[in-house]
């Protein structure tokens, strides 16, 4: 992993129209920089803005707010060829290899489809390079005659991947690509993805629900509460000394597969409920959850705070959390 920034995020916010005068915001002031050569990952419950932030950066949606600086360029700027350019360089594979698959083409076409687009080679070096990619990601050249139906998940998630890389990008974002699959198809396609990343000198950014998974995949994590970043650290980090009450929440949630330390494990429980997108509270959004909102009140919303090794916690009690965690009663 270089230490080159990729991306740098500022302020990013999207919102939607959800009708009247309400709206909808998905991502919510977040600052984020992804360095060259990482796989960030990126966890958080359901309906947190994860995907949203990811389709997003890929200009899938355009930003209500803030910028996206890709390279130093605002994304926000580009016209024409560097418009044209910047969509071949940040890719995207997505959640339901079902779904984002176009059941009226063959496997073969699907995946030359990118290069026609970006003008990549003629017809015969199309064929060649698609011929290449299937058999980098486990499949055969026999497979590009065949349609979609005709695959099984996973065969149709490896044909998603190389759709994703015919273009040559240098940014994927990995859009729960396994969630939609069996367990053991998972770890072939994680499996698969940590390779070309090596391989191919990629940046990954991975968004899943598996937080077990997250860990095995990932060189960062962040941790999303209704479209902001409430923590982020390097993935080992992040697991053995989360901080943010919500993080401890998820992590003491991941089952342990043997039943005895299953049983003994402390579980941090979060009460109550996730407010609404369109109707966020003032301050800190996950002071209703927070056993340690009562505490401390304070205005505002928590910024993330940087408490060394470049761990980032985002809320107003973090003193007093470590200072907890230092006489065990936390």
Known sequence: MSDEILFEIDGLTK???????????????????????????????????????????????????????????????????????????????????????????????????GMKIHKIGNDAERTDRMYELLELVGLSKEHALRFPYEFSGGQRQRVGIARALAVNPEFIVCDEPVSALD??????????????????????????????????VSDRVGVMYLGSLVEIANAEELYLNPIHPYTRGLLSAIPTPDPHVEQSKVRTLLEGDVPSPIDIPVGCKFAGRCPYANKKKEDGVPGLTDIGSGHQVACFCIKEILGMMDVGNF
Do not use: W
């Open 183 to 216: 367990v053991s198809i998972q770890a072939q396609i994680i499996n698969l993805l940590k390779s070309l990343q090596q391989k191919l000198g990629l940046t990954l950014l991975f968004i899943a629900h598996d937080l077990s998974v997250v860990r095995y």
């Open 15 to 113: 919102s939607f129209d959800v009708g009247g005068k309400k709206k909808l915001t998905a991502v919510d002031g977040i600052s984020l920089k992804i360095r060259k050569g990482e796989i960030l990952g990126l966890v958080g419950e359901s309906g947190c803005g994860k995907s949203t932030l990811g389709r997003t950066i890929t200009r899938v949606y355009e930003p209500t707010a803030g910028k996206i600086l890709y390279k130093g360029k605002d994304i926000a700027k580009l016209r024409g060829k560097d418009a044209k350019q910047y969509a071949s360089e940040v890719q995207m594979i997505f959640q339901d290899p079902y779904a984002s698959l176009d059941p009226r083409m063959t496997i073969g076409d699907i995946i030359k489809e």
